[in-house]
DNA sequence: AGCCTTTAGATCGTATACGATATAATCGTA
DNA sequence: TACGATTATATCGTATACGATCTAAAGGCT
């Protein structure tokens, strides 16, 4: 075994293509969202509200893998564009409450056809997708397991 | 069909499968490169120069799907750490020529073990990863046309 | 009640990302 | 050979990310 054998070839790091598929999905989103002001990340925040609502920054953080660091000046930059409300929880100052406007909640009825775009680029089926999704979330747990072992 | 199934519901979203991917593996990574002094994309800018070196500023970019304006700032950092020397191209003024310093190619060395690291976290045997960015690397060519064409 | 610990956000500094734009070198072609 | 188009890199502004640290509120325990 020679010396190229022994390291890691950039072609066969797989870290390397989950970077460029999340890239690719975030460049196939982008002008779907530019009509309606939202970043890619402001995007995923406002699916999780029109699932839930209100929801604190916790828990937004823990369906994205995010912390406050990240959130908060986010979030400000929601409010500021009008999209959201943050409010202190009157049960728990600890906390703050994320709501969505009437102009966040009207956003609601584009976000069909965004979705139906995406999975139309992946040029994959349901089934195929929800497959590929499943053995991706396998190995997402054993990373993150490692993680936080190691 | 009611409101519900119209809406994309983050947890069916394979976009944010792809972005916590992408988060764990740079996770794992983050500790392991620490004590190089690397962040996770240096890293992956090194492992390119250990595969060809010198490289051009574009061609790093081409291997990672980045442009000028993170790359440009990125290197600068490198070359500040002493990891890499920037030259203009003497046979063509308008490339930077990216070269590791002694200092940079003696990290090579580590780089073997890194990966293994990130093999055994994945928690699945190579023939499966290979299947696996096979999928990937699949979705991502279809992902990129779609970005194109739109 | 007093006090220690935990929890929820916020702040700061640094490092990616990337659209838009600027600049200089090279190329193509009339 | 002049000159518009292209190419390679750099710069700027804004938006993520995240480790380290701060503050305030809540909880637990004596």
New interface residues.
Partial sequence: MDDKT?????QH?????????????????K?LLAPLGLTYLQY?VM??L??KDPLSVSEIGA???LESNTLTPMLKRMEAAGLITRRRDPGDERRVNISLTTEGDEM?AA??E??R??M?????SEAE?LR??E???G??G??????DD?
Same sequence: chains 1, 2.
Avoid at 13 to 29: F, I, W
Wanted: proline share 3%.
């Fill in positions: 022994m390291q890691p070839l950039l790091m797989l870290c390397l293509d989950l970077y460029a598929a999340n890239q690719a999905v975030h460049r196939v989103y002008p995923l699916v999780g029109w699932e369906r994205l893998g609601r976000a069909g965004i979705q775009c995406l139309e680029a992946t040029g994959r997708l590929f999704q053995d991706l979330r190995l997402i054993n990373v993150r397991r490692a993680a190691g």
